[in-house]
Nanobody
Framework: QVQLVESGGGLVQPGGSLRLSCAASGSISRVYHMGWYRQAPGKQRVLVATITSGTSINYADSVKGRFTISRDNAKNTMYLQMNGLKPEDTAVYYC???????????WGQGTQVTVSS
């Protein structure tokens, strides 16, 4: 199991930026999958951005060109840089790690992002 703690959420105006962080309890340098997901109240949790097998990156169409996923292996931390935020981006953002292809996923507790004028 990997313990994950998200931070960096908050209230921001449309067009603003935030950087979310996800600190892991152990190394994330060789995990099979890591990523960011989000969930609005009453809605399903959906993929935002992921890294699989170390190099394969996938973004939801709704965030392409605005969000960037990255990681710092030395700090056991992954990030989500969010630019040009829109009200539709309002959600709780969760980080996720799957250590191997056959492992179950570990989730953080989530961090709230609210985009409003």
């Amino acid at each position: 199991q990997v313990q994950l703690v998200e931070s960096g959420g908050g209230l921001v105006q449309p067009g603003g930026s935030l950087r979310l962080s996800c600190a892991a309890s152990g190394s994330i340098s060789r995990v099979y999958h890591m990523g960011w997901y989000r969930q609005a109240p009453g809605k399903q949790r959906v993929l935002v951005a992921t890294i699989t097998s170390g190099t394969s990156i996938n973004y939801a169409d709704s965030v392409k060109g605005r969000f960037t996923i990255s990681r710092d292996n030395a700090k056991n931390t992954m990030y989500l840089q969010m630019n040009g935020l829109k009200p539709e981006d309002t959600a709780v953002y969760y980080c996720n790690v799957q250590k191997t292809l056959f492992s179950s996923a570990d989730w953080g507790q989530g961090t709230q992002v609210t985009v409003s004028s």
